[in-house]
């Protein structure tokens, strides 16, 4: 599994982004019998409009864009998952990940 630090992460949703601003965001990545998936985890967010707007919706599917602390871009489809309660969410990938690339 490798870990990444996000210092920034939007989501979109047909015509709306969202810059999420948070206090802490990581990118997982599993690779397991030769299934790749991925994950990211979001705690402190900001925005709690966001959260219950998500909360109260069934299309949760989202495009992403993150971007790593030490400067590398990633952008995948996925679900986004909130968690009002505790300020936090997490976003499950679908598909690709791309800017990805196993060392």
């Known amino acids: ?3 990444y630090d ?3 992460l939007s989501i979109a949703q047909g015509p709306q982004t969202w810059l999420l601003v948070f206090s802490r965001a990581r990118l997982f990545v599993v690779s397991e019998a030769g299934t790749r998936l991925w994950y990211i985890d979001i705690d402190g967010l900001t925005d709690d ?3 219950a707007d998500f909360a ?3 299309a949760i599917d989202v495009g992403m864009t993150a971007v790593s602390i030490g400067g590398k871009t990633f952008r995948g489809n996925g679900y986004f998952h909130p968690n009002p309660l505790h300020r936090a969410a997490a976003l499950r990938g679908e ?7 196993h060392p």
């Open 1 to 3: 599994m490798e870990t």
């Open 6 to 8: 996000l210092a920034e």
């Open 49 to 51: 409009r966001l959260l």
């Open 56 to 58: 109260e919706s069934h």
């Open 95 to 101: 598909g690709a990940l791309e800017g990805y690339s």
